[in-house]
């Protein structure tokens, strides 16, 4: 079994869907939870970072925690054609090591 | 300029042959990385360097090899490529400074490289 569990999708979706990613994990050192975005032909970039159980919002999007039953999720509000793109979620450790998901292909059509 | 520059962009080889690929960072991070990513299977990491002297083996290090040459760079080589070792690859870093700035990884655009 694998430390994080992402559902590959791919996942296609209208403008202005609300849109749900999710993860899960079986390891309970992972301390800090944190979602990437990758566009084609690019390196990931860090979209949302949360360390604690609860919700955390920026913008369109709010990270969520769930310790006690392993899982994270990543909501997007009113999607846009821009949010098209891989999202890896990366779970870490305090010593500094990143273990991610295999990424969600999303694609938000006009 | 990009804070993580990775060489070459895109690299077509053959079996057998041996391969570097390069990684330079102006961030001042210690800590350096190497992944590689395939459909599917999300990044998995190859080796960290947690700073000059340090050098360790990720989850997948068999036919791969690095070197450290300095805080700025991190090379990756393929001593003697096989096609399944055919993958985008990714170069990071990341503070050393403790607390949450310590695991934000850094990336840099990638190199894809197939061998044939």
């Known amino acids: 079994q694998k430390e994080v569990e992402q559902d590959p999708g791919p996942l296609s979706v209208p403008e202005g869907a609300i849109v749900s990613l999710n993860c899960t994990y079986s390891?309970?050192?992972?301390?800090?939870f944190m979602w990437y975005r990758q566009y084609s032909r690019k390196g990931p970039e860090l979209l949302m970072y949360?360390?604690?159980?609860g919700n955390k919002e920026d913008g369109r999007f709010t990270a969520q925690v769930d310790k006690s039953s392993k899982y994270i999720s990543l909501f997007i509000r009113d999607s846009q054609p821009s949010d098209s793109a891989t999202y890896l979620c990366?779970?870490?450790?305090?010593?500094?090591?990143?273990?991610f998901g295999q990424g969600t292909i999303l694609t938000v059509h006009p | 300029d990009a804070d993580v520059t990775q060489t070459p962009r895109n690299r077509i080889t053959k079996t057998g042959k041996r391969i570097m690929l390069e990684c330079s960072q102006t961030?001042?991070?210690?800590?350096m990385y190497w992944y590689r990513q395939d459909p599917g299977l999300g990044l998995r990491l190859i080796y960290y360097?947690?700073?000059?002297?340090?050098?360790n083996k990720g989850e997948i290090s068999d036919g791969y090899s690095v070197s450290r040459q300095a805080q700025a760079k991190f090379s990756l080589s393929l001593e003697s490529a096989i096609p399944n070792q055919t993958a985008l690859y990714f170069c990071?870093?990341?503070?050393?400074?403790?607390?949450?700035?310590?695991?934000?990884?850094?990336f840099g655009p990638g190199t894809r490289l197939t061998v044939l």
């Open positions: 961030k001042g991070h210690d800590r």
């Open positions: 360097s947690f700073d000059v002297k340090d050098i």
């Open positions: 949360t360390y604690s159980s």
């Open positions: 390891n309970s050192a992972f301390q800090y």
């Open positions: 990071a870093t990341s503070d050393l400074g403790g607390g949450e700035s310590s695991n934000e990884q850094f």
């Open positions: 990366a779970l870490g450790t305090s010593y500094g090591k990143l273990t």
